[in-house]
């Protein structure tokens, strides 16, 4: 049984994420916001332990692989780097993403640290998609394409992003990138009886 409850936990936090991704303006009020509520009330609770400590900030620039797929494309193909740089343009927006998981938003209740991971990952869709408006006339130029063609594409990434940072960061994940990374892992089953 103990093996099965951060499957559970993590399955459950991805749900939840996954579903808040699926409508507009996110599930303010439904079944699977609550499912991510109490994974932040865990957080939360993990995160106020006196024996606890913030673990110091590191970043992978943007997770899941896409960086180091991205230095190893330009490291082999010197034209792509020239047109796209060494590492993917937006990869601040990714460090700044991961700040702000990094420690949960600095929240102090489950409703602000849930507030909080909406808006950081809204705010990096925006950040992708400002990357693409600011870059679009040279790579429309590079590829003889028309700049509303690089701001779909940049659009796209963008959208995928959201997605996949709304389905696999939410907190209690066991997920190395999960909202809060920087505590210690923590888990809904072990929520306190206060709530």
């Not at 939840?16 to 994974?39: F, I």
């Not at 673990?55 to 796209?84: K, M, N």
């Not at 696999?168 to 990138?177: D, I, N, R, T, V």
Request: aromatic residues 8%; glycine residues 10%; contains cysteine.
């Amino acid at each position: 049984m103990s093996r099965l409850r951060p499957a559970i936990c993590a399955g459950l936090c991805l749900f939840a994420g996954a579903g808040a991704a699926q409508t507009d303006g996110e599930n303010r009020g439904g079944l699977t916001r609550v499912l991510e509520l109490r994974a932040h009330q865990a957080l939360i609770e993990q995160s106020h332990r006196a024996e606890v400590t913030l673990a110091p900030f590191e970043t992978d620039g943007c997770s899941g692989g896409l960086s180091d797929i991205w230095r190893l494309v330009s490291g082999q193909f010197p034209d792509f780097a020239a047109a796209h740089q060494e590492i993917p343009p937006w990869e601040y927006c990714c460090v700044e993403h991961d700040r702000t998981y990094h420690d949960g938003g600095g929240a102090d209740t489950a409703e602000a640290s849930y507030s909080a991971r909406v808006q950081a990952d809204d705010a990096l869709r925006s950040c992708v998609m400002q990357t693409g408006e600011t870059r679009k006339q040279q790579v429309a130029t590079h590829y003889e394409v028309e700049p509303d063609s690089v701001t779909r594409a940049y659009g796209v990434i963008a959208d995928a992003m959201h997605l996949a940072v709304r389905f696999g960061g939410a907190p209690c994940s066991g997920l190395p990138w999960r909202w809060g990374f920087g505590w210690p892992e923590c888990s809904v089953l072990q929520l306190s009886t206060q709530e």
